[in-house]
């Protein structure tokens, strides 16, 4: 058997797949009836879902219209888009959509070659699994705000160890702009590798056995194995994790937020809303930051949907 | 089987309903005794005892029970914006820092004092500054509950290797900065950008003659002027330190507590810092952090003036107390206020909780004095405090200043006063971003 035919049995596995989820086409009364029972209980939190995100959705649509300070009701003026102009032409919105766009793309690239090889090991790893699969995974059970502080913490200057173990003296973390993104970026990796290498081995253990058998037993190296069998077996749930991870850290609040408060230009796009809408209380343009910052997520799941052009039903384990 | 699941769901609605009883009766007691909710800062528990003490005081008119707030003053003022906003009426009292004052006052969340009698009571003695933080369009909404104020700590050996007096009426920031150089120690100030950072940017602006906005009161139409030769002035101390080698390491993240490590540490000669430092010094000592002899080396002084021949205009802090204009019990909560602001439970706050009075007299007081060998320097530094800007849009002023002169290290006296002015007055008209 040479690599072609494993090729072809790739397809010829997609091909059952297909073929079994096309045969509910012929329904059954028992299954109209599970399928209105699934609607019906589905619907009381589906009621729910939209009374508590699609009102407030609107709402800070509605609101990113008006001049609007919480503290000066009487000034309340209806403003069209200027929030928005004001916002689009602003220094500071492009400085955090800058710093937002390099703590993602650093981190979710390193997350994604580590939480592969982390996957890796613990796929792999024979005895001792559970210690194995617990020990990577402590980090993602730590609440964000604590990570942060205990990051914080630990580069700090008076009572930090970092300094102390590499040798820096008096060198401040947190008083410039990179060093301050070295140290979030880096607390940011350490906390959600965990997360995206748990997506990772769950696309690793669907690569079916026998496809490795068959590339194996036709010599294909490690590589060609990883390259031409896994890789595109877990091309669904590296989607799922890249996409995931991608909407995460592009939310990024804590770690700015605890470690340098948004100083030397460490601000993020939420932070951004945060201030706007909770400690100045300007709800016009901060409602205008928090749909534009709904606006690039919304966009940013489009383009991997569309990029990577994946069948998610791959995902439902029906293989 | 259905008649089990049914007695569960009755049991579970039951349950419900008891819960909301019991979450509506929270106004009262059962006795029908108000009780007022006080919502206080963070403090060594000093608030809560003078509310106990009321509440047995009012001979069971009035109960005060104390909510705590989050420890920063600006998350505390996030926490009352919110609920306020919302009318809540659970607000009866309210610790209030000052420099939200005006805000709070604007927007109707305060009710104000307005019988003779107490806003007599409640300002008689009281000190000018603090008094000034007090009032909006003429009325008096939050009462000084206690004052503080940064004084000029130093290390007496440091200043004596020096050939410096601290204490002397005319020492200023460049005497202190050139002592701490040619010793090779450090200052302490506080450099990060927070609400700290803006209370030394404002004294030193204050202390130079000047202000930071002009009109205060318009609101959003105030006009900077921070842009005039006291905040270049200013620029020039904050710049000066910042690029001199008495600059602490941590000078961009250094807040209140990092500059007390510097000073307490083997660097340390100077430090603008608020009183509480003198009582931490002391736990310092007996927890072993620092020797006996560390502190015994520590002296104070007035706040460092920036030009010679003008009086320094330390920082002014504290807390005002004011009633939730939404409260159900308006004249509970004000006989409250009578209770709270007296000067024994000023003096008995004072010594227990470390705060300083807002009130003159208290600084008489005997117990007072022994607490605080430097009471009285406390006291005059006080009333000789400039408040930082009083005005509706405060955050906004405030924070366009951090954002504009941070880092220090980056301040230029021909350039930032111009930039944070020009900037400060883009946001107030809603141009830009803060």
């Given at each position: 058997m040479?690599?072609t035919?494993?090729?072809s049995?790739a ?11 096309a ?13 209105r ?50 916002v ?5 919105w492009?400085?955090?959509v800058?710093?937002?766009?390099i ?5 979710v ?10 996957a ?13 699969r ?12 604590v ?22 003296a ?9 060093s301050?993104?070295?140290v979030?970026?880096l ?23 026998e ?24 091309k669904a ?13 592009w939310?990024?609040f ?7 408060g ?11 809303a ?15 930051v ?10 940013i ?8 052009r ?7 384990g029906?293989? | ?6 007695r ?25 005794t ?16 003078l ?7 009012s ?8 909510q705590?707030?989050?420890?920063e ?39 104000p ?7 007599a ?29 940064q ?8 200043a004596?290797?020096?050939g ?12 202190l ?14 450099g990060?950008r927070?609400?700290g ?35 270049q ?6 710049s000066?330190?910042?690029r ?18 510097t000073?307490q540490g083997?660097?340390g000669?100077?430090m603008v810092n ?7 010094a002391?736990?310092?000592v007996?927890?072993?952090a ?11 002084a ?21 009633i ?11 006989a409250?206020l ?16 470390g ?12 117990a ?17 405090a400039?408040?930082?800007?009083i ?43 803060l």
């Amino acid at each position: 058997m040479n690599l072609t035919t494993v090729r072809s049995r790739a397809r010829l596995a997609g091909g059952t797949h297909s073929a079994t989820s096309a045969a509910p086409a012929a329904r059954t009364d028992r299954s109209r009836h599970e399928r209105r029972l699934g609607l019906l209980l589905a619907a009381p939190s589906f009621v729910v879902m939209v009374a508590v995100t699609a009102y407030p959705l609107l709402y800070a649509v509605v609101l990113s219209l008006y001049r609007y300070r919480l503290t000066d009701p009487a000034g309340k003026e209806f403003i069209g888009l200027e929030n928005y102009v004001t916002v689009l032409r602003d220094p500071i919105w492009w400085a955090d959509v800058a710093t937002t766009a390099i703590i993602t793309l650093v981190s979710v690239a390193v997350e994604l070659v580590l939480g592969f090889a982390f996957a890796w090991v613990m796929y792999k790893v024979l005895r001792g699994r559970s210690l194995v699969r617990t020990g990577i995974l402590i980090p993602y059970g730590i609440v964000t705000v604590v990570s942060a502080f205990v990051w914080r913490y630990a580069f700090q200057l008076d009572s930090g160890f970092v300094n102390q173990w590499f040798g820096l003296a008096e060198f401040n973390w947190f008083g410039g702009r990179w060093s301050s993104l070295f140290v979030i970026t880096l607390s940011e990796i350490w906390k959600t590798t965990p997360f995206i290498s748990l997506l990772l081995l769950a696309g690793l253990v669907q690569v079916p056995g026998e496809l490795l058998e068959a590339a194996t037993v036709d010599g294909a190296t490690a590589r060609q194995r990883l390259q031409k069998v896994i890789l595109p077996n877990m091309k669904a749930a590296i989607m799922v994790a890249l996409l995931f991870r991608t909407l995460d850290a592009w939310r990024i609040f804590d770690n700015p937020y605890v470690m340098t408060g948004g100083a030397n230009n460490t601000e993020t796009l939420s932070f951004l809303a945060y201030r706007q809408n909770v400690s100045l209380v300007n709800l016009g343009a901060g409602s205008a930051v928090s749909v534009l910052l709904f606006l690039t997520v919304v966009l940013i799941a489009f383009v991997f949907i569309k990029g990577f052009r994946t069948d998610l039903g791959q995902m439902k384990g029906q293989r | 089987m259905a008649d089990a699941h049914r007695r569960r769901v009755a049991a579970g609605w039951l349950a419900m309903a008891v819960g909301a009883a019991a979450v509506a009766a929270c106004g009262g007691d059962a006795d029908g005794t108000p009780t007022l909710t006080w919502y206080i800062n963070p403090d060594n528990g000093g608030q809560a005892t003078l509310a106990s003490q009321c509440s047995d005081a009012s001979g069971g008119a009035f109960r005060i029970s104390t909510q705590i707030l989050p420890n920063e003053a600006d998350a505390q003022r996030e926490q009352l914006v919110r609920r306020l906003a919302a009318k809540d009426s659970s607000i009866d009292l309210m610790s209030l820092d000052p420099p939200f004052v005006a805000e709070f006052a604007n927007a109707g969340y305060l009710r104000p004092i307005t019988e003779d009698a107490d806003v007599a009571a409640f300002t008689d003695g009281v000190l000018d500054a603090p008094l000034e933080t007090a009032t909006w369009d003429g009325e008096l909404v939050a009462p000084p509950f206690w004052a503080n104020t940064q004084l000029l700590w130093y290390r007496r050996s440091v200043a004596e290797a020096a050939g410096v007096d601290p204490t002397a009426d005319t020492f200023t920031w460049e005497q202190l900065i050139a002592a701490a150089e040619g010793d090779g120690k450090r200052v302490g100030v506080q450099g990060r950008r927070y609400e700290g950072y803006m209370v030394w940017i404002n004294a030193l602006v204050s202390s130079a003659g000047g202000t930071i906005i002009d009109d205060p009161a318009a609101g959003a139409d105030a006009r900077p002027a921070i842009d005039a030769p006291a905040g270049q002035a200013a620029a020039r101390v904050v710049s000066r330190l910042a690029r001199s080698s008495a600059a602490p390491a941590d000078l961009a993240t250094a807040g209140e507590e990092e500059a007390r490590s510097t000073f307490q540490g083997p660097d340390g000669a100077f430090m603008v810092n608020w009183p509480y430092v003198y009582a931490a010094a002391q736990e310092s000592v007996a927890s072993g952090a620092i020797p006996q002899s560390t502190f015994d080396d520590i002296g104070w002084a007035r706040y460092p003036r920036v030009e010679a021949d003008r009086p320094s205009a330390p920082p002014l802090g504290g807390i005002n107390l004011a009633i939730g204009n939404f409260t159900e019990h308006p004249q509970e909560a004000l006989a409250a206020l009578r209770c709270l602001l007296s000067v024994e439970a000023g003096v008995q706050y004072m010594v227990e909780s470390g705060n300083p009075a807002a009130r003159a007299a208290v600084y008489d007081d005997p117990a007072v004095r022994e607490a605080y060998p430097m009471a009285e320097l406390i006291r005059d530094s006080i009333a000789s405090a400039a408040p930082r800007p009083i005005t509706p849009y405060y955050g906004d002023v405030s924070q366009s200043v951090q954002r504009s002169w941070h880092p220090a290290r980056d301040v230029d006296p021909q350039r930032t006063p111009a930039d944070s002015a020009s900037f400060m007055s883009k946001v107030l008209a809603g141009k830009r971003l803060l």
